[in-house]
């Protein structure tokens, strides 16, 4: 039977090997007096700072530092001198900041340093461990970078999409809203006076001998005539109200919180605009004039289809009394 090795002498720690512990952990090692001045740097601290022991002893820690990590450090010194914490001063500090090597490339470290007192307990420096901690530093940077982009490219989608929306609403020649779009709006609209009360009117717009136009100079000077009158549908009309294509050379507005009255005055208002205005087409001047029928909800029609029903009759009846004119309840 083979007696068991005797267990090994405990060693007390030397100091050679406490700095070969260190040095092995990978993290480099350094101490300072008062002024910050190293009084002991690791093997690791040389190599990662790419200077001979020779060159650092003696020197500032904060001698290495970017301007930007000295403006933190300042702060810091100065937020725990400010601190009522009588223990602030002893404890452990962390802070991270890129340092200057000798070839001058910069260098991320995390640093964690306690203040060092002799054994009367008066302050005579700091001991500090410092990582390189580039690599991650690289990583975050990459990541926020992409995350920038991401967030870049997620701000076009939506730009994209509210572009796409606005093009999906809108007519193409004239510029102003679809009829679908017109009637999603509007049947909404009368849903909100039903329930909070008020008065929304509408004013159908057609405008007056528009073959001959298409019949004397082309479908193209129509369609720059089609598109006046939406450029000055769009510029004169509220944000709050909606213009829209009702189909061919047929236009309507809805007009949210307007009473009768003031909708006649509105179209007498878009009539004399039209009527006073020349459309250049092509070398033709054009002079355009249309009728106009206007209805009000929900004082003369009790839904959208009635409503439009009045307004395209009272268009008609401005057709009958000669065009170029202005139908409402008022008029009859
Ligand atoms: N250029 C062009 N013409 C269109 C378009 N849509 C409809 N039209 C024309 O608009 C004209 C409408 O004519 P009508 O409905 O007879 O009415 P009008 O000539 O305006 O006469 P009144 O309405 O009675 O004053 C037709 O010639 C259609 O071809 C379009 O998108 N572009």
């Known amino acids: 039977m083979s007696s068991r090795p005797a267990p090994p002498e405990p060693r007390p720690i030397t100091e050679a090997r406490l700095l070969a512990m260190v040095n092995a952990s990978g993290d480099s090692f350094w101490e300072s007096d008062v002024e910050r001045r190293f009084v002991h740097v690791s093997d690791n601290m040389c190599r990662m700072m790419g200077y001979p022991r020779e060159e650092l002893m003696g020197r500032s820690v904060v001698d290495f530092m970017t301007p930007e990590y000295r403006a933190q450090i300042v ?52 001991f500090g461990i410092t990582r390189d901690v580039s690599e991650r530093k690289h990583a975050e940077h990459a990541l926020r970078e992409a995350n920038q982009r991401l967030e870049a490219q997620l701000q076009r989608i939506h730009e994209l999409h509210a572009q796409m929306h606005e093009q999906s609403i809108r007519d193409e020649l004239t510029g102003v809203h679809t009829r679908r779009h017109f009637v999603d709006v509007a049947e909404r609209e009368l849903d909100r006076v039903r329930r909070d009360g008020g008065a929304l009117s509408l004013v159908m717009i057609d405008l007056d001998h528009f073959k001959m136009i298409n019949d004397a100079h082309g479908h193209l000077v129509g369609d720059v005539a089609l598109r006046a009158v939406g450029t000055m549908l769009v510029a004169t009309t509220r944000a709050e109200d909606l213009a829209c294509r009702l189909g061919g050379e047929e236009f309507a507005v809805l007009m949210t919180d307007t009473d009768h009255h003031t909708a006649l005055a509105r179209a007498e208002t878009w009539r004399a605009t039209l009527a006073s205005t020349s459309v250049l087409a092509d070398g033709i001047v054009l002079r355009l004039t249309a009728s106009f029928g206007v209805a009000t909800f929900p004082s003369q029609a009790d839904s959208l289809s009635a409503l439009l029903r009045l307004a395209d009759s009272r268009m008609y009846r401005a057709k009958a009394q000669g065009r170029d004119s202005v139908f409402g309840e008022a008029s009859l």
């Not at 914490?85 to 260098?107: C, M, V, W, Y």
Request: no cysteine; net charge negative; charged share 25%.
């Open 75 to 126: 702060l810091m010194a100065q937020s725990r001198s400010q601190g009522d914490n009588p223990l602030a001063h002893t404890q452990p500090i962390r802070h991270e900041g890129e340092f200057f090597r000798k070839d001058g490339s910069r260098l991320w470290i995390e640093t964690v340093s306690v203040p060092v007192f002799d054994d009367g307990g008066a302050h005579i420096g700091y």
